[in-house]
């Protein structure tokens, strides 16, 4: 080969040689680009986190430190870099279990903590404690040993489900434990008696008459009563004892490790003079009282809810036997409560059975001995108990609200039979209807649709008597009120039944628009050889006529009583003289034996404020 022709294959070679740099340089640079925007990418990441990223190396010292942790940490990345992660971040109380944790890991490369999220507490710059949500993993190569750190503030969470867990767990008013709470701390005090073999003793606490001042008073008093009467209550506990309130004004104390239930009496007598001390509310001093239900576990039950039951029914029978007093659960209480259960829903069962009956009982015309009226009485016969009294089961209905529907189906009924005795006999006849206080107060009676019925089998109201009691007159407010007054635009008239046995007051005869007074029987009954009765029934006669009312007497048993009543001027009668209670069927039996005269209609009525 000549020299010109090698001369030429090296410069090839050179050239190729140069083309290949070129490439290795351009590639070179294309990953040196690519590395530094994975870098800046990585740098924008760690400085943009919402979590605080802290580096460190091996060895505990910090090497890296982004905004977000100066802005949770307090220090600035200048201020920390190269200081230790347990001088500057980690509360006291920790910093042994991290020592002890990193040397194990360094050791054998093990931790419970890597690649975990935990929540702990960290150290603020200005030496405060805060909640702390972290994972941390771990970087382990030829040319790099660090952990990295994501860390976040949970203050906020924390604070939020504070918040919830108290609105769960606490009245909000009293701050006291709520039924929530109260249920979780009984199966822990039980938890407790079965381990030491003590007993515990549960408080039922209700209030007695507390309805009363917010009635009177407002509600915003009532408030600052319920938190005094809290107070009180913690001042007289021990620690160890868990009061709570469960709803209104019904509160209950728990009182673990009792040895000797005979203990507990003291404390119910404390609690009750503590709670008997007046209260001074702003400018109103307000005297209250309490009645006190107490049972035990395990004497009287193991069962949570049989035991609460317990303690309600001990409470009632407290305020049975008088208010401001203390009643131990016993069985008998037990069997009572089980017998009205019964009785509740044999009474719901009655209303859809249509198990009722109303008995009439005459009314006669002192002066005529004429049959004009009667009075409604409802009998209730139970297919397996018979006949029930209704002195048995109307406060039972009036305690659940059936009362409501019950007032309802004899008012009805009543209306009905009257309405047909009116025509069948073509008299002006009147037929008296008991109502229950509650059935003035609570809007589902729909008292006022009773008005609509009469328009509709064309009856006039003036054959309808409603009987109410002193004690409804006496607390009525405007509701009530307007019911009256609604009654007489109907031309329904009312009677006060067993007067003479109720408030002394008299005040309100003048107020209201009142057609009859009942006489009560226990006065009737002593006519004929009590001086004081005797005076009793004429003094209530001639003020009734002195006022415009009429005057009828219950419970007539003799020919004698009848004479008397007579001379006093009384005019109606009503008693076994003339007649017991029967059905419907043989009174109008009743209404072809006597004389029957029509009954003077009574003045048209207005409404008056």
Known sequence: MSDIDSLEDENDEQALL?????????????????????????????????????????????????????KIFGWSAEEILDQTIEQTIIP???????????????????????????????????????????????????????????????????????VI?????????????????FLQKLEHEIRSCDRSNLSLALLYIDLDRFKDVNDTLGHDMGDLLLIEISSRLKKTLREIDTVSRLSGDEFTVILGQIDDPLSVQPLCQQLLDELARPYQLDNEKVFLTASIGVTFYPQDSKDIDILQRNGDQAMYAAKGNGRNGFHFFTPELQERALRKRKMIKDLREA????????????????????????????????????MVSPSVFIPIAEETGLIADIGNWVFYSSVDQVNRWRDQFDIDFQVSINTSPLQWIDEAAAMNQWFS????????????????????????????TNRLLDFRDAEVQVSIDDFGTGYSSLSYLKQFDIDYLKIDQSFVRNLDHDKNDLALCEAIIVMAHKLGIKVIAEGVETESQNQLLKEFGCDYGQGYLYSRPVPASDFEALLR?????????????????
């Open 18 to 70: 140069e083309e290949k740099l070129k490439a290795l340089e351009a590639d070179l640079r294309q990953k040196k680009e690519i590395i530094l925007a994975q870098h800046n990418k990585l740098e924008a990441f760690f400085e943009s986190s919402i979590d605080a990223v802290v580096q460190m190396d091996f060895d505990g010292y910090i090497t890296g430190w982004n905004q977000q942790a100066e």
């Open 593 to 609: 034996e006597h004389p029957v005269k029509p009954q003077s209609r009574s003045r048209t009525k207005k409404r008056t404020a």
């Open 453 to 480: 019925h009469l328009q509709q089998i064309g009856i006039s109201g003036q054959a309808i008597t409603v009987e109410i009691t002193e004690g409804l007159l006496m607390d009525a407010n405007d509701k009530i």
């Open 92 to 162: 006291e109380r920790y910093r042994d279990a991290h020592n002890k944790g990193m040397k194990k890991f360094l050791k054998s490369g093990e931790t419970s903590v890597m690649n975990t999220l935990i929540e702990i507490h960290a150290l603020h710059r200005d030496g405060h404690e805060f909640p702390v949500e972290i994972s941390v993993s771990v970087i382990d190569s030829a040319d790099l040993q660090e952990f990295n750190a994501y860390i976040r503030d949970i203050s906020e969470r924390k604070h939020a489900e504070t």
């Open 165 to 181: 867990w108290n609105q769960a767990n606490f009245d909000s008013l009293t701050s006291l434990p709520n039924r929530n709470l």
């Open 351 to 386: 209303i859809q059975q249509q198990q009722f009956e109303i008995y009439y009982q005459p009314i006669i015309d002192m002066k005529t001995q004429g049959l004009t009226k009667a009075e409604a009485l409802l009998r209730w016969q139970h297919p397996e108990s018979g």
